[in-house]
């Protein structure tokens, strides 16, 4: 498998998480999957579990508030998300010069004060880094780094929320989700070196 090729499950799994399904999007899963999927249904489900926190259904997408979720008995309990709870990303998002806002995302998962851990976002920033890392040693550093220290164990926690839901369309997105995370920390699980001091200190000199 070619790294453009896990940069493309990456991007996919991203607007698998930010935007509302499609028709298209729903016919090749139904056929990849062999499944019926509901188009009003899936479009229900979205907004439900992964967008409406007073759903009664909702699964909170943030890092900050994922590392957090408490098992008592046989429910996770979760933290309010705060707006600048994901902020441990920026310096991460700036030496690439990846903006969030300018992802084309549904309006509820839009907005200057929505936290920069969302795992839509942290998807598609992950993806810029793979394809970037086919043609540069600095860009594959920074996806090691930023595996070993930004994709824990929340994100296996998430997609597995995921994957217990009751919505068959939910359950297809735990699974683009955890088969993208998994090539991820295949191609580049390893602790990063030297270039991620410079890049932090390039990014942290432009912002002042």
Known sequence: ????????????????????????????????????????????????????????????????????????DEYRHFPQAR??????????????GFDPLSLDVDPMNQGPHRPLDHVGYVLAFAAGLAEAAESSETA??????FVAECLGDWIDGYADLLARSESRYINLVAGALAEAVAELRERHGEGHGPWFDDAMSSSAAAAS
């Open 140 to 145: 594959r550093g920074c996806a090691v780094g």
């Open 83 to 96: 707006y600048d709870g994901g902020d441990g990303l920026r310096p991460w998002y700036d030496a690439v």
């Open 1 to 72: 498998m070619s790294e453009a090729s896990l940069s493309g499950r990456l991007a996919a799994a991203a607007a698998l998480l930010l935007r509302p399904p499609q028709a298209d999007t729903l016919a090749l899963l139904s056929a990849a999957c062999q499944v019926d999927l509901d188009p009003r249904v899936a479009r229900q489900d979205f907004y439900d579990i992964l967008c409406v926190p007073q759903s009664g259904r909702y699964v909170p997408p943030y890092a900050h508030v994922l590392a957090q979720g408490r098992q008592v």
